[in-house]
């Protein structure tokens, strides 16, 4: 073979070669836009609040709750919950009133148990609140149908742990109609943010149920008040938080609330779990008729691990949803995986005393 003849199959096999690289780069670079493209549309529709404005349909869908059940791999089970009676999909839209906000723009000091008083502390396999401080923890509520969740959770939380901190002496439920009537920083039955809440609880405090009872459970705001209705000074009844913080861990969620008391966590909420009855709530992204209602403000309580096989961690929270609904008023979520974004939203308060 000459030297032309020689040079010429070289050019030959190199465009061949080529050819097949840049091919070969080409399918990767559609495969890579196709699973980018996929990301989006799984990740919009696990994030994005996409139930129609005016779903007037039963809030109570007995289909759904039939596919739920019918999963063999599932974890929890669905039912009818007579909270949900009478109510449409949009109504429970509305309840969903906590404004979820981003870390980027949250400005709430992060609290780290790795280091300080608690750092020694050794976290158990499971734990409960009612367990440890059973005269010290206040019942499950109801907001009924005002968005308020973010105000029921923020006083609940502060009321537990005024009583833990003073070992019973300070035993008052706090006042959610404060918050939701005063703090003009959120919208009260249509909507708040947690951080925002416990500012307000720093700033001016909140007064007793008893001085201020819930009043706003139709769903419309009521009118601040500056006097009691029952016999309390209005300002001596003021309860504040001496400091507020954000939890970013697991652990440092479970330091805390095993040596000061419950805490308020904020995560999305789903169609599925207004049907939750019992057992440990996760939601598979799978099912796309599982549309996000908003965000929820709740009271975590404790943790555990189920004895089935294969064993689940959870968490244990208090709901406002009143004790027709879930287990009890309570529910459990999947712990470890930020399930529906309940471990990215955790704040807590020192009471100030």
Excluded at 59 to 66: G, K
Excluded at 332 to 350: D, F, H, L, P, T
Aim: hydrophobic share 30%.
């Amino acid at each position: 073979m000459n030297t032309r003849e020689s040079n010429s199959n070289n050019r030959t096999q190199y465009k061949q070669k080529n050819y097949t690289y840049t091919t070969y780069i080409h399918q990767m670079m559609f495969r890579g836009s196709v699973l980018l493209l996929l990301g989006c549309f799984v990740n919009g529709i696990m994030n994005q609040a996409v139930v129609p404005k005016y779903d007037n349909s039963h809030a109570i869908n007995l289909d759904e709750i039939h596919a739920i059940n019918s999963f063999n791999n599932r974890t929890w089970t669905a039912g009818i919950n007579d909270f949900l009676r009478n109510k449409t999909v949009q109504d429970v839209h509305h309840l969903c009133g906590t404004v979820l906000v981003h870390d980027k723009e949250d400005v709430t000091p992060h609290v780290s148990h790795t280091e300080g008083e608690l750092r020694n502390v050794t976290v158990p396999p499971e734990f409960d609140v009612r367990t440890k401080w059973p005269q010290r923890i206040h019942p499950i509520r109801n907001q009924e149908r005002c968005g308020s969740c973010w105000a029921f959770s923020a006083a609940e939380v502060l009321s537990d742990r005024f009583t833990i901190a003073t070992n019973g002496a300070t035993n008052v439920v706090l006042s959610p109609e404060d918050l939701v009537s005063c703090d003009t920083d959120n919208m009260g039955c249509s909507g708040g943010q947690l951080p925002t809440a416990w500012q307000y609880m720093k700033d001016t405090g909140i007064v007793s149920d008893a001085c201020f009872p819930y009043t706003s459970g139709d769903g419309t705001s009521s009118t601040c008040r500056h006097t009691c209705e029952d016999s309390e000074q209005f300002a001596k009844s003021k309860h504040k938080v001496a400091h507020y913080y954000k939890l970013r861990t697991v652990e440092d969620i479970q330091k805390d609330i095993m040596s000061r008391g419950p805490v308020q966590a904020a995560f999305r909420v789903y169609k599925s779990f207004m049907s939750y009855k019992s057992g440990v709530y996760q939601r598979s992204w799978w099912k796309f008729w599982d549309f996000m209602m908003g965000g929820h403000a709740v009271k975590i309580v404790g943790w555990g691990t189920t004895d089935t096989d294969p064993k689940v961690e959870y968490w244990t929270v208090a709901n406002s949803w009143d004790t027709t609904w879930g287990e009890n008023g309570y529910f459990r979520i999947k712990r470890g995986v930020n399930m529906c974004g309940i471990e990215s939203n955790v704040y807590a308060g020192q009471p100030l005393l």
